[in-house]
Nanobody, 126 residues
Framework: QVQLVESGGGLVQAGGSLRLSCAVS????????MGWFRQAPGKEREFVAA????????SYTDSVKDRFTISRDNAKNTVYLQMNSLRPEDTAVYYC???????????????????WGQGTQVTVSA
């Protein structure tokens, strides 16, 4: 089993920053590929960012490019999402996700991830 626990969410003003963390425990081989997704009220869960095992490959949805940075520290079994220049439209519950796959395909699809955290709320005020 793999457990993912997010932290770092909160309330911030537009233009501010937050750093989310995702602590991985259990059978960490199941988190070769890691991703962040978010879900706003009344909307479907959407892809935000993904990172390969080595951290050498990343992918972002267009709306967060140049504002968000995904990274990982494999020694600490932790994945991060640094969020800068936050906007009210970034308000959502943010979920960490993990996949045992080493293939870099369809990384933006929820179906490609086997493990999910419980989510952390991010609220950006105008």
């Amino acid at each position: 089993q793999v457990q993912l626990v997010e932290s770092g969410g909160g309330l911030v003003q537009a233009g501010g920053s937050l750093r989310l963390s995702c602590a991985v425990s259990g059978r960490t081989f199941g988190t070769t590929r890691m991703g962040w997704f978010r879900q706003a009220p009344g909307k479907e869960r959407e892809f935000v960012a993904a990172i390969s095992r080595s951290g050498g490959i990343t992918s972002y949805t267009d709306s967060v490019k140049d504002r968000f940075t995904i990274s990982r520290d494999n020694a600490k079994n932790t994945v991060y999402l640094q969020m800068n220049s936050l906007r009210p439209e970034d308000t959502a519950v943010y979920y960490c996700a993990g996949s045992p796959s080493s293939q870099w395909v369809a990384v933006q699809s929820r179906l490609e991830y086997n493990y999910w955290g419980q989510g952390t709320q991010v609220t950006v005020s105008a």
